[in-house]
């Protein structure tokens, strides 16, 4: 099935720096789906985008689609220690999360 | 209404046995989701069942199978397990491939 790539894999910001993820596509995505997943928890559902150049937006979290609808990013502005776990993005049919992107956030 | 419930939390196999971990979907959901997840290979798809049939399959060997009961209650069963078993299982329901899903906790297997 159709792969969505996340990058960084790893990212280490102080607290209160920004924080960007990204996932890309070869192929145009129906959707992204993106989910966080703390240390030790499962990972839980935080927004679905459709739309092509979608944008929401959740408190300091910025999602967004890209125009042609193969590319996606999660932007969270000066982060906190609570934004520490894993983020995934994933196509909702399928079924691939892949390694996510590790938050790491330094007090 | 309750959460993604899966049995048992945690697990103790030797190699060679045979293991089968229960998820419970949130009322109303049909489909369930696999996964394993390691620190190596991140979250990797399992199968996916909807309505007592397996929908979608991820690429894992035979040893990994499993069922959905009418209920949408499913079962996930690993035979002969090898040590690169040991992982967190986790489960997933949705109310169908469009929707968001919901994971369980997870069942923590260690293969000995």
């Known amino acids: 099935g159709q792969q969505v790539m996340q990058i960084p894999q790893y990212q280490h910001v102080q607290e209160g720096e920004d924080f960007t993820t990204y996932c890309n596509s070869s192929?145009?995505?129906?959707?992204i789906q993106w989910y966080k997943q703390r240390p030790g928890g499962h990972p839980v559902f935080l927004i679905q985008?459709?739309?092509?150049?979608e944008v929401k937006k959740q408190k300091r979290l910025t999602f967004q689609f890209g125009e042609a609808k193969k590319n996606s990013s999660l932007h969270i502005t000066a982060t906190q220690t609570t934004d520490v776990g894993t983020y995934f993005c994933v196509e909702s049919n399928q079924f691939y999360f892949g390694t996510g992107t590790s938050l790491t956030v330094i007090p | 209404k309750a959460g993604v419930t899966q049995t048992p939390r945690y697990l103790i196999k030797t190699r060679g046995q045979q293991v089968t971990l229960s998820c419970s979907p949130i009322s109303g959901h049909r489909s369930v989701s696999w996964y394993q997840q390691t620190p190596g290979q991140g979250l990797q798809f399992l199968f996916e069942?909807?309505?007592?049939?397996?929908?979608n399959k991820g690429n894992f060997p035979g040893r990994f199978s499993g069922r959905q009961f009418s209920n949408s209650r499913s079962e996930m069963n690993v035979s002969t397990l090898e040590l690169g078993d040991s992982a967190l299982y986790l489960c997933?329901?949705?109310?169908?491939?469009?929707?968001?899903?919901?994971f369980g906790p997870g069942t923590r297997l260690t293969v000995t």
């Open positions: 997933a329901s949705s109310s169908g491939l469009v929707y968001e899903q919901y």
């Open positions: 069942y909807f309505s007592e049939t397996q929908r």
């Open positions: 192929t145009t995505l129906s959707n």
């Open positions: 985008l459709v739309k092509s150049g």
